[in-house]
């Protein structure tokens, strides 16, 4: 992200604060730290990785209907399973609405930012780094985090692919339905693997 500097970086991390609660705003430090982190190691944009992980849930305290308002006006809604599912709301109403609030134009941190939640086929490396940097962040508890976090640091695409397995078994369970681009993701992630093995 060539046009953010520390000056951004510190901006988008006040602007975090505010929006967000307590426990929420120290998740996103911790994601935008990890991001930062897996950027490193992977030849990422160290900047463009904080800033994604400082803004991927700046709008997840926004209301559910508001975000559903934004989300259906924006007309480039083409996935009615989103609609369904509140939980994804935020990373698409972010990416809609950081442009305006805080003038990023870099489509690869946007694009992060939209589909942290979900995945999608074809993902770039600062994608995958913030989605896996969410998923195994260093405030996360659940008993396989720590041992997935020391993962992403080897192996980028065997914790996203564990994580689309988790998540698509939590939706199912749930009986919630499954965004398109995450079974575009989970298949991409499979034949890759297939691919790998032969």
């Not at 602007?15 to 430090?29: F, I, M, N, P, V």
């Not at 990890?34 to 490193?40: F, K, N, R, T, Y």
């Not at 659940?142 to 992403?152: F, I, T």
């Not at 996203?160 to 989970?186: E, G, H, N």
Request: with cysteine.
């Amino acid at each position: 992200m060539k046009e953010a500097a520390k000056t951004d970086l510190l901006k988008f991390e006040q602007a975090a604060q505010k929006a967000l609660s307590k426990k929420r705003y120290e998740h996103t430090l911790a994601v935008a730290r990890l991001s930062g982190e897996l950027a490193e190691v992977y030849g990422a944009d160290v900047t463009a990785a904080k800033a994604a992980g400082l803004l991927h849930d700046i709008a997840k305290e926004i209301p559910a209907d508001v975000q559903f308002t934004i989300l259906k006006e924006s007309g480039i809604i083409n996935d009615t399973s989103l609609l369904a599912n509140p939980n994804v709301y935020h990373g698409i109403t972010a990416f809609l609405t950081v442009p305006k609030w805080f003038s990023v134009t870099d489509e690869d941190v946007l694009n992060a930012i939209r589909y942290h939640t979900t995945g999608r086929r074809g993902m770039s490396l600062l994608e995958k780094i913030v989605y896996v940097a969410d998923v195994v962040s260093y405030d996360r508890t659940y008993k396989e985090a720590e041992e997935l976090r020391e993962r992403a640091f080897s192996d980028l695409n065997g914790v996203l692919l564990y994580a689309q397995r988790f998540t698509i078994k939590k939706l199912v369970k749930q009986s919630l339905p499954i965004a398109f681009d995450s079974i575009d993701c989970y298949n991409e992630l499979c034949e890759q693997l297939s691919a790998a093995n032969k």
